[in-house]
């Protein structure tokens, strides 16, 4: 079992930044591969970023590549979402998610076994 704990949301100007954390129970975090999803009103939940249990491999959908980071402390059980340049499209609800470590980095909402709660995130235009 993970518990997940979002934190770090809030209202920034477009092209401003934010950094999002996510705060893991568990003594098995470094075993999960991380990833974070948003999700706006009236859409559904999307893909931002992923991260393996090492910290070697990511990635990234086009919309957020270039601009977006995500980076782990397994000392700290913590997992991070830098965000930068941000847009008004940018607005929304951000979950961080756990799955276990095995395969290649997963996409899906539905390949993901442990969700926190949420952090929202504004940008103003």
């Known amino acids: 079992q993970v518990q997940l704990v979002e934190s770090g949301g809030g209202l920034v100007q477009a092209g401003g930044s934010l950094r999002l954390s996510c705060a893991a129970s568990g003594r098995t975090f470094s075993s999960y591969d991380m990833g974070w999803f948003r999700q706006a009103p009236g859409k559904d939940r999307e893909f931002v970023a992923a991260?393996?249990?090492?910290?070697?491999?990511?990635y990234y959908p086009n919309s957020v590549k270039g601009r977006f980071t995500i980076s782990r402390d397994n000392a700290k059980n913590t997992v991070y979402l830098q965000m930068n340049s941000l847009k008004p499209e940018d607005t929304a609800e951000y979950y961080c998610a756990a799955r276990a470590g095995y395969g290649a980095l997963r996409l899906g909402v539905d390949e993901y076994d442990y969700w926190g709660q949420g952090t929202q995130v504004t940008v103003s235009s």
């Open positions: 991260i393996k249990w090492s910290g070697i491999s990511t």
